[in-house]
Antibody, heavy 118, light 110 residues
Framework: EVQLVQSGAEVKKPGESLKISCKGS????????IGWVRQMPGKGLEWMGI????????RYSPSFQGQVTFSADKSISTAYLQWSSLKASDTAMYYC???????????WGQGTLVTVSS | QSALTQPRSVSGSPGQSVTISCTGT?????????VSWYQQHPGKAPKLMIY???KRPSGVPDRFSGSKSGNTASLTISGLQAEDEADYYC??????????FGGGTKLTVL
């Protein structure tokens, strides 16, 4: 069974850094791109970008370029999303999801809630 | 890329059919047959319901169907059931691995 398991909820202060994770299992992790999706409180889904765990090729949404950094460690089947300096507006649920054929996301992590507050 | 346009809300009674529209542009919905639809219940992760405009993943009831005409895609849910009450998001490929989501539609089963 394919599973994506994300790291737990985080509470941070503005200006702090953060790295959250998404660990895959049940399939060959390097065979599929991993996407990141933001959902701000009470709002819709926003596509942030995508990374290939095989070679760390990355595509950022223009809206998130320069705001976040994707990385992956294929040896432990894990993708990461990180911020160098959090803002209150980064408060949201963040999902990782596996890209299937046809640019759809058939498998999702459970989400990581990030709260940024002074 | 701008978000795809969906109605904020739709509603229907049990047993009825509802259709949710998703309007994009000739650069996304109109350009590719890679439209997908996701169901999200409160507090849960999204679930893929339709992909490649019309295909259903294994386990998704055939009450759910998708279509596309020009720059507008649609999700139709027939024989509405109480458990169908959720938020629904369309999503379209827009080239270069980029996808764009719709703003979401809240389905209420009356």
């Amino acid at each position: 069974e394919v599973q994506l398991v994300q790291s737990g909820a985080e509470v941070k202060k503005p200006g702090e850094s953060l790295k959250i994770s998404c660990k895959g299992s049940g399939d060959t992790f390097t065979n599929y791109w991993i996407g990141w999706v933001r959902q701000m409180p009470g709002k819709g889904l926003e596509w942030m970008g995508i990374i290939s765990p095989a070679d760390s090729d990355i595509r950022y949404s223009p809206s998130f370029q320069g705001q976040v950094t994707f990385s992956a460690d294929k040896s432990i089947s894990t993708a990461y999303l990180q911020w160098s300096s959090l803002k209150a507006s980064d408060t949201a649920m963040y999902y990782c999801a596996r890209l299937g054929d046809g640019y759809n996301y058939g498998y999702w992590g459970q989400g990581t809630l990030v709260t940024v507050s002074s | 890329q701008s978000a795809l346009t969906q109605p904020r809300s739709v509603s229907g009674s049990p047993g009825q059919s509802v259709t949710i529209s998703c309007t994009g542009t000739s650069s996304d919905v109109g350009a590719y047959n890679y439209v997908s639809w996701y169901q999200q219940h409160p507090g849960k992760a999204p679930k893929l319901m339709i992909y490649d405009v019309t295909k259903r993943p294994s386990g998704v009831p055939d009450r759910f169907s998708g279509s596309k005409s020009g720059n507008t895609a649609s999700l139709t849910i027939s024989g509405l059931q109480a458990e169908d009450e959720a938020d629904y998001y369309c999503c379209s490929y827009a080239g270069s691995y980029i996808v764009v989501f719709g703003g979401g539609t809240k389905l209420t089963v009356l």
